[in-house]
């Protein structure tokens, strides 16, 4: 066995453990999404009482 093929094997190897530890952090990732916010709601932050999510519109500069 050559040296070519020894770093070909590790190399392959370790690319399948890269694959599979990014799935297993892009399913975690997926899981948490948006819990920010119910986490900032949740301790009592206010809401936005002015902009286009609150239906009031912009405030008037004058």
Do not use: N, Y
Not at 9 to 15: P, R
Not at 22 to 42: P, T
């Amino acid at each position: 066995m050559d040296p070519f093929h020894v770093v070909q094997g590790i190399t392959d190897t370790l690319d399948e453990v890269r694959c599979k530890e990014w799935q297993v952090a892009k399913k975690a990732a997926d899981a948490i999404k948006g819990s920010r916010f119910a986490l900032v709601q949740g301790l009592g932050a206010k809401k936005r009482t002015c902009g286009p999510c609150s239906g009031q519109g912009r405030p008037s500069l004058a």
